[in-house]
Structure formats: structure tokens, C-alpha cells
């Protein structure tokens, strides 16, 4: 049986960039994008859908990774497509401290071959204009647009903290400290938060893959830690919805993870983030002007974190309150952008 017409199947849409690979902040991503061009598709009464590969009548791109290996990879996919296409809340990521010249060649390439460019923050829009890129749109983390769904589980705990950390194996990206400077981190400020009692940590494994392991990274955490009784260790899950969604049980996140980080502030959560490669973080925080709620892991002290905890604390429903008004200013623009992009197959 036939199930659409020549016409409607010139309208596909194919979505490339985020990687997955049992890594939950990229299946989220590849999600929100999916789901915000078939919600305003539909919206505007375009009739399309999605496809993985072969005709198309537009090419969507975007994710952390546009540098790299990754933009090798894109410049192969789209470089022979001729339907339009568009960068959707595109950042980067450096394999090698030196992006090299073929790189910069071929991330070049797909930013002038883009009817429209959106970038994910003014951090990554000024690493673009760097390396020589017409000055890029800001328009947001596409992470923002996620909508969680009914969690399957229970939490135990008066007070829940949600606690995220990547342990880096073999991509050889370049981070401020080594894992176990990260690891000894996270357990120091999970010691302090336990010294005030009825606290329950929840260790969320976002990544199990060839590359990376959160699981070794808990592990390692774990072993810095005093009382290990009020700790859990939420395995990793190929349902990212149902990950992602857990979040919003927790009181407090604890993250050195970008995602869990914009999904803790998309879902009131306060956290006090840290920084360990590329400023994406902040770029990140910076958007939703909680900046000044990072610390870059080469600069971390338990003093300084304490500060910043209690800062936040201290004024807690207002700060919330400033991060949301962001956070819906810039689920605008990813949505105004989104139907900008749709214009181009109408």
C-alpha cells in the first residue's frame, strides 16, 4: 500500500548531526528537533514527515560536534544533497586542540552551503567568527524544547540530588583536568552536601558506549566518598525520556554533563554547574544569565562552591524565576526559526 504521494514525499525532512550511540544527551537532542519540525509542520499545515536517508526536500544539521571528525562526517552527507539546509542550534567540538585547516575547510563549507544558520549561544557564535564564518545566528540550545513525560519510578529521600559526570575514554578530546580531578571533585561537593543530613544522591549514568563509560566515572566518584549508604546508581537507559525525565524529581543537581544541566534549569531544578571543556557550559549558562553559577574545573575549591550553593540558595525562587524568562525567550527563537526553516519547502 502506498502511504503518501509523490507530492507529500517531496516534503520530507532529513535530520543528521546528533550522534546517539548510547549517549542519552545526544538521543534527547536528535528528539527535541525531530519533534519541534513535525509539531510546527503541522502547525502550518505542511504535510511531511521524517526520513533517514535518499530524497528530501530539506536538510537539518546541528548538535555539539560541527568541528571535528563530525564536521568531516556531515560535509560527506550533505555535500552531494541539493534540497536546502539549515544549522539548527549547531555548537562545537574539538577532537585536537589544533581544529586543523581541512576542518575549518569543510565546517566552512557547511555554513555557506546553509540557507539559514542558528547556533546554540554567543560563546560558540564567537568560535565560528574566529575561525572565519559569516557571523552565525544565535538562537538557543535545542535541549530547551524538551517536554518531560510521567516518570515510571519512585525516589526515596527528603532531599534528592541528582548527580552527572562523564568519565572521558577514548575520543582524546581535551578537558581542563583528568577524570579523577573531576571524580574527586563531584565527591567533595556530594561530602559537603551530606554533612547537613537527609540527603540522597542518585548517580545517573548517561553514556555507556565505545568512548565513554559514566559508569567508571560513578564508580571512581564513589570511592572518594565517605558515606556511600545514601547513594543510588540510576543505570543507563536506552529510553532517554524516561532519563531525562527523572530529573525533575530530583531537588538539586550536581553535573560536570552540559544536558542534565540545561535540564535541571528547564525544569526549575537549581544547579550550580561545572565547566571541563570549550566554555559550553557557560555558553549555556551564560544564555540564561546564570553564569555566574559555574566553576571551570581547573579553578574548582570546595570554598568557592560553597559560596556559590548558598548564593543560590539564598535567593532560590527568584533566581528560578530569571531563568525561566530566559529559558521561554529562547524556546521562542528555536521556534521562530524552526518555521523560518519550513518556509524553505513550502
Not at 542550534?89 to 546553509?114: H, P, S, T, V, W
Request: proline content about 2%; aromatic content about 12%; hydrophobic content about 40%.
Amino acid at each position: 500500500m502506498r502511504l503518501f504521494s509523490k507530492r507529500s514525499l517531496q516534503k520530507r525532512i532529513r535530520i543528521i548531526g546528533w550522534h546517539g550511540n548510547n549517549a542519552t544527551g545526544d538521543d534527547m537532542l536528535s528528539h527535541c528537533a525531530k519533534n519541534i519540525f513535525l509539531e510546527r509542520a503541522r502547525t502550518k499545515e505542511i504535510d511531511t514527515g521524517l526520513v533517514d536517508s535518499g530524497r528530501c526536500a530539506l536538510v537539518v544539521i546541528g548538535g555539539g560536534t560541527i568541528l571535528g571528525v563530525d564536521s568531516m562526517r556531515l560535509f560527506n552527507l550533505v555535500k552531494n544533497i541539493k534540497a536546502p539546509l539549515v544549522i539548527f542550534g549547531g555548537g562545537f567540538r574539538r577532537e585536537r586542540r589544533d581544529i586543523g585547516d581541512e576542518n575549518r575547510k569543510r565546517m566552512r563549507y557547511l555554513f555557506q552551503r546553509a540557507n539559514l544558520a542558528g547556533v546554540r549561544g554567543y560563546i560558540s557564535q564567537q568560535f565560528f567568527i574566529h575561525n572565519d564564518i559569516a557571523v552565525p545566528e544565535v538562537i538557543g540550545d535545542p535541549g530547551m524544547l524538551f517536554k518531560p513525560q510521567a516518570v515510571k519510578r519512585s525516589f526515596k529521600g527528603k532531599y534528592k540530588i541528582g548527580v552527572f559526570l562523564r568519565n572521558m575514554g577514548k575520543t582524546g578530546e581535551p578537558q581542563y583536568v583528568d577524570n579523577k580531578r573531576v571524580h574527586q571533585q563531584i565527591a567533595q561537593v556530594c561530602n559537603w552536601l551530606a554533612e547537613e543530613g537527609n540527603k540522597r544522591f542518585y548517580f545517573f549514568s548517561f553514556a555507556e558506549n565505545h568512548f565513554d563509560s559514566d559508569m567508571e566515572g560513578i564508580q571512581s566518584a564513589r570511592s572518594f566518598m565517605r558515606n556511600r549508604n545514601d547513594v543510588e546508581v540510576i543505570p543507563y537507559s536506552s529510553d532517554f525520556i524516561q532519563q531525562c525525565s527523572m530529573v525533575c524529581q530530583m531537588d538539586y543537581i550536581v553535573s560536570q554533563r552540559l544536558h542534565p544541566v540545561v535540564l535541571a534549569w528547564l525544569q526549575k531544578i537549581p544547579c550550580v554547574a561545572f565547566e571541563y571543556q570549550f566554555n559550553k557550559t557557560v555558553d549555556f549558562m551564560n544564555s540564561i544569565g546564570m553564569d555566574e553559577f559555574v566553576i571551570r574545573t581547573d579553578e574548582f575549591n570546595i570554598e568557592t562552591y560553597k559560596f556559590k550553593y548558598k548564593q543560590l540558595m539564598g535567593k532560590k525562587q527568584l533566581i528560578i524565576e530569571q531563568s525561566q524568562r530566559s529559558i521561554k525567550y529562547w524556546q521562542s527563537k528555536l521556534i521562530d526559526f524552526v518555521d523560518r526553516s519550513l518556509e524553505l519547502i513550502r
